[in-house]
T-cell receptor, first 113, second 115 residues
Framework: GNSVTQMEGPVTLSEEAFLTINCTYTATGYPSLFWYVQYPGEGLQLLLKATKADDKGSNKGFEATYRKETTSFHLEKGSVQVSDSAVYFCALNSYSGTYKYIFGTGTRLKVLA | NAGVTQTPKFRVLKTGQSMTLLCAQDMNHEYMYWYRQDPGMGLRLIHYSVGEGTTAKGEVPDGYNVSRLKKQNFLLGLESAAPSQTSVYFC??????????????FGPGTRLTVL
């Protein structure tokens, strides 16, 4: 079945460090891929998305490229800030008789000043 | 626009009690969803709706019922609460499930504790 695997956290970085959170997926067809962010005590917010192979989603300095050959959608940011501390979820939406959204288990990021 | 709102924010129940969680969206979205979030398990889909008057089971529907009498509202009911239903519940909506506008918009969540 379809699935999303993302790196376990927590990830702890110093301010201005480079961030990578790995995400790989298993899906039939051509899924849409998403990164959501959840700040403490809040719901999930869409961070970025990509709908076809080689698309790059970007927002607020975060980027992720849809790599069909490696079934990956890794999240990157060149210089993290304390305000980026949150839980990040990788997700996909794919069709297999019906459309389904599948979420990863989340990766907690803590950025230290 | 308020987006997706949920009522209540917090609730404590005793085993066997019932309650209804209300979700409302003002984006005119056709699709609405109820998820539960548990530590280390990500989000799991409970029920969803593809339009007013429709509902469908998700991944973990047992112990829950839903109704979508109005397009903007999606209610989640627990008829007889159990400690295993202690969780954070999120409602979401989307314009579509396919195509370019298939991202979901989430509410702030309801933290439910069943004693």
């Amino acid at each position: 079945g379809n699935s999303v695997t993302q790196m376990e956290g927590p990830v702890t970085l110093s301010e201005e460090a480079f961030l990578t959170i790995n995400c790989t997926y298993t899906a039939t067809g051509y899924p849409s891929l998403f990164w959501y962010v959840q700040y403490p005590g809040e719901g999930l917010q869409l961070l970025l998305k990509a709908t076809k192979a080689d698309d790059k989603g970007s927002n607020k300095g975060f980027e992720a490229t849809y790599r069909k050959e490696t079934t990956s959608f890794h999240l990157e940011k060149g210089s993290v800030q304390v305000s980026d501390s949150a839980v990040y979820f990788c997700a996909l939406n794919s069709y297999s008789g019906t459309y389904k959204y599948i979420f990863g288990t989340g990766t907690r990021l803590k950025v230290l000043a | 626009n308020a987006g997706v709102t949920q009522t209540p924010k917090f609730r404590v129940l005793k085993t066997g009690q019932s309650m209804t969680l209300l979700c409302a969206q003002d984006m005119n979205h056709e699709y609405m969803y109820w998820y539960r979030q548990d530590p280390g398990m990500g989000l799991r889909l409970i029920h969803y709706s593809v339009g007013e008057g429709t509902t469908a089971k998700g991944e973990v529907p047992d112990g829950y019922n839903v109704s979508r009498l109005k397009k903007q509202n999606f209610l989640l009911g627990l008829e007889s609460a159990a400690p295993s239903q202690t969780s954070v519940y999120f409602c979401a909506s989307s314009y579509s499930m396919a195509g370019r506008n298939n991202e979901q918009f989430f509410g702030p969540g309801t933290r439910l504790t069943v004693l």
